[in-house]
């Protein structure tokens, strides 16, 4: 298993911006796919974007292209969620994840198995 802790989030004016860190333990972190996603009140969880194991591959939801960027630092076992442009919409807590398999380019949703507990991004207007 993963073990994933989140933090670098908190009070922003919309316009503004954040970065999200996820720290990961474990020696075979450089092998998972990487993912963040977001679940704001009353909603359900929402994908927001993807890093590959490799780091060479990304995806990220149509609602935040543009503004956020995800990376890696495989030195450091952390992937980062770089959040620009924030809107109220953002609001939300935001959790990294991954899943089971490693060297797994591109999980679906529900194959992410790992969580972290989640850190709180409010974007006032």
């Known amino acids: 298993q993963v073990q994933l802790v989140e933090s670098g989030g908190g009070l922003v004016q919309a316009g503004g911006s954040l970065r999200l860190s996820c720290a990961a333990s474990g020696r075979t972190f450089s092998m998972y796919t990487m993912g963040w996603f977001r679940q704001a009140p009353g909603k359900e969880r929402e994908f927001v974007a993807r890093?590959?194991?490799?780091?060479?591959?990304?995806d990220y939801a149509d609602s935040v292209k543009g503004r956020f960027t995800i990376s890696r630092d495989d030195a450091k076992n952390t992937v980062y969620l770089q959040m620009n442009s924030l809107k109220p919409a953002d609001t939300a807590v935001y959790y990294c994840?991954?899943?089971?398999?490693?060297?797994?380019?591109?999980?679906?949703?529900?194959?992410?198995?790992?969580w972290g507990q989640g850190t709180q991004v409010t974007v006032s207007s």
């Open positions: 890093i590959s194991w490799s780091g060479r591959s990304t």
């Open positions: 994840a991954s899943p089971s398999r490693l060297w797994y380019d591109n999980p679906r949703s529900y194959e992410y198995a790992y």
